[in-house]
């Protein structure tokens, strides 16, 4: 916001020199981003008239304090400042001439989105220029001056930093002013000649037949202020910041009325700021204000009241202030303050929409004291903090894969609804509203394509070995139930994990699916994690017959495999890269708390093979899992070697060879011991599988 300093002096005394004043006020929150001299022809040349040179501040208001978008509410920062006191205009609607209600009728249907209306009417006013005073404080606040009644209007505004409106009255059809909503298609043409269409979202100022105003944004085309008005109803409302910010929004049209309505309005200025505009209407456009205005207020607000420990003011900022001392500063911001012991109880004005707990009361008290005056210090703890359980696992599981040689990658959570199809969740994919563009539109569902997002990047940049992961966030939409989300851990495999100039042969660390399945297997390892089933399965974005979902028990940890060739042509990625995607919460509900470890044993192993054939229906992983299940001591560790087809195995069957090491904590084990455990696997095996074993 911009301002003249000539004319903030008007409200209050400044008695310290203008760099030092810009200074301070940042210093308090209120930052002065420019400090601009305007000589006279800087007025002229803008249409204002050049009374005097004059410097202008170029403010930074901050959302939450509305009440720093007038001279008034500046004027309350620099008083404490300077030492000195504000002063407020005073206005009365008291004219000579008959009641506004004699011309016009005010009804406001919905108090929730306009708790105030003020009318009043000021008759036989004649346009003219504006005086040469308010055309220079318009100019220097980048306003272009129009009119004595439009000009009033706005400097009003600037003022007390209430908005108004001038309608002209004889053009309001019925004599009825209607506060309500717009009824869907309804349309309206603005005062910047735009024909709008308005919705049920929209609240109007509307006569008995049609909107004359978009409340709260810009009044209508129709009912403007021109060269022949001879009688004006001056608005004074109060209408609510989120109907305001989603009106503008919607139809792209943010003005300074809604400006200052989107950050909060004093309700309790309503009647002043229309009391002041008309006395200034009757000084300098010769109208004849009316006897009393229509006030229509049915919910009065009051100040609030919040206490404030001294002790907890204190500790935040860490200071040694009395309670009288706090009473001071806060006293300086009209923040009236009892001292009753420890506790300070606050009455908080209208105009400060943005306190409302004790919190908000210690920031006052060092705004006030200074925050360059505090003395730093360190807070005090008894205890040191320390992350949440999901947040360790979710470190130890970066850990493990960085350790794995893939490296952390950060993607956007905005993809394309295009990228949404892959994965087949279009049904419950959660859409944007108001899409930055058309490949952002809704949130991911799945955090793999925007992996292979990257290694198309990569490879378009001459890098065919990519080796990725992320963990973050996935969402979905749960119809009538809001929106879901989990945290999710995805990692891409792609090219060869050790290509390097020394010519030698590195085609066994080529990534495929089973070097990614290998990679998660590592990880539930590390992590604890045991009787992990890998199930062949199908899976959108993933190759038909190379994938496989990963359980413990019945809970579905994720999906590993190689990504289809249709995913990678709409990638645009060359090879075949191999991924995994793992469910967060369903990895941490079956990680143990602690991890047990089993006594090493000091004796030598005893290593057997097994060749198993078996119908080719049975899986290896089968197989493999009713061996584990047979729970034998002395079998230390069992892995799967390789698979035979051919002569002399039968058509319909294959050989699939074991390797076991047999181990005992209680000494050397002899053939007879080990023999005897083979055999008990055996027999389980012919009894699952009836098979037999080849050797």
């Not at 960085?402 to 952390?408: C, G, I, K, N």
């Not at 990504?563 to 143990?592: H, K, M, W, Y």
């Not at 991890?595 to 060749?611: D, K, N, Q, T, V």
């Amino acid at each position: 916001m911009k301002l003249s300093v000539n004319h903030l002096k008007n409200y209050v005394d400044i008695n310290i020199p203008v760099k030092e004043l810009a200074d301070k006020l940042t210093m308090t929150g209120l930052e002065v981003e420019e400090i601009k001299d305007a000589p006279k022809a800087f007025f002229t040349a803008q249409g204002g008239a050049g009374v005097a040179d004059d410097t202008i501040f170029d403010v930074k208001v901050t959302p939450n304090r509305g009440d720093w978008l007038s001279l008034i509410g500046v004027a309350r920062e620099v008083a404490p400042i300077c030492g000195t006191e504000v002063k407020i205009p005073a206005a009365e609607v008291k004219g000579p001439g008959a009641p506004t209600s004699d011309s016009v009728k005010i009804t406001v249907t919905d108090s929730d989105l306009c708790k105030r209306y003020v009318g009043v009417a000021v008759r036989n006013v004649k346009i003219g220029p504006s005086p040469d005073w308010m055309k220079d404080v318009l100019v220097a606040a980048g306003m272009r001056p129009i009119n004595n009644i439009v000009d009033i209007t706005n400097y009003v505004m600037l003022e007390l930093g209430q908005p108004l409106h001038a309608f002209d009255m004889d053009l309001i059809d019925g004599k009825e002013v209607i506060v309500r909503v717009a009824k869907d298609g309804e349309k309206i043409k603005t005062l910047d000649g735009e024909d709008r269409e308005l919705t049920s979202q929209n609240l109007v100022i509307a006569d008995s037949h049609k909107p004359v105003a978009v409340a709260g944004v810009m009044g209508g085309f129709d009912s403007e202020i021109g060269d022949n008005v001879k009688n004006v109803l001056i608005e004074s409302a109060n209408f609510d910041a989120v109907s305001v910010r989603r009106t503008s929004k919607r139809l792209g049209l943010s003005t300074e009325a809604s400006f200052r309505y989107e950050r909060g309005v004093d309700v309790n200025i309503a009647g002043l700021a229309a009391a002041r505009a008309a006395e200034l209407m009757a000084e300098y456009a010769g109208g004849e204000v009316a006897c009393e205005a229509i006030d229509v207020y049915p919910n009065k607000v009051e100040p609030i009241v919040i206490n404030a420990r001294v002790a907890r003011i204190n500790g935040m900022l860490g200071t040694d202030f009395g309670g009288e001392e706090m009473a001071k500063y806060l006293e300086s911001l009209d923040i009236k303050t009892t001292v009753k012991g420890d506790m300070l109880e606050c009455v908080i004005p209208t105009f400060r929409v943005d306190i409302v707990k004790e919190i908000d009361l210690v920031e006052e008290v060092g705004r006030m004291f200074g925050y360059d005056n505090l003395e730093p210090t360190l807070p005090a703890s008894s205890s040191g903090g320390k992350d949440t359980a999901a947040g360790v696992l979710r470190d130890k599981i970066r850990r493990i894969l960085v350790s794995s040689a893939l490296q952390e990658v950060l993607t956007h959570s905005l993809v394309s609804s295009k990228i949404a199809e892959l994965t087949d969740m279009t049904d419950t994919m959660l859409k944007i509203k108001n899409p930055m563009n058309e490949d952002l539109d809704v949130m991911r569902s799945s955090i793999m394509p925007n992996l292979m997002g990257i290694a198309a990047r990569n490879q378009a940049l001459g890098i065919n070995d990519v080796f990725v992961f992320e963990t973050g966030k996935v969402y979905w939409d749960k119809p009538d139930k809001g929106i879901g989300e989990n945290l999710s851990a995805a990692g891409l495999m792609l090219g060869n994990m050790w290509n390097n100039g020394w010519g030698i042969n590195t085609s066994a660390a080529d990534a495929d699916f089973f070097m990614c399945k290998g990679l998660t297997e590592n990880l539930f390892a590390d992590l604890g994690i045991k009787n992990v089933k890998y199930i062949a399965a199908k899976a959108p974005a993933y190759h038909p017959t190379r994938c496989a979902a990963i359980y413990v028990g019945d809970v579905k940890l994720g999906v590993v495999g190689e990504v289809a060739p249709d995913t990678c042509r709409f990638f645009d990625v060359s090879g075949r890269p191999c991924a995994f995607e793992l469910d967060f919460d369903a990895i941490r509900s079956v990680t143990p708390e602690i991890i047990r470890h089993s006594e090493l044993s000091r004796y030598p192993g005893s290593y057997r093979h097994i060749a198993v054939v078996a119908e080719e229906k049975y899986k290896v992983g089968e197989i493999l899992a009713a061996i584990n299940a047979v729970n034998e001591e002395l079998v230390e560790s069992v892995k799967f070697i390789d698979i035979y087809r051919g002569v002399p195995i039968e058509s319909g069957k294959k050989s699939v060879t074991f390797a076991f090491v047999f181990r005992s904590l209680k000494g050397t084990l002899k053939d007879e011991e080990v023999n005897a455990a083979l055999e008990n696997i055996k027999a389980e095996l012919v009894k699952r599988f009836d098979c037999t074993f080849r050797g």
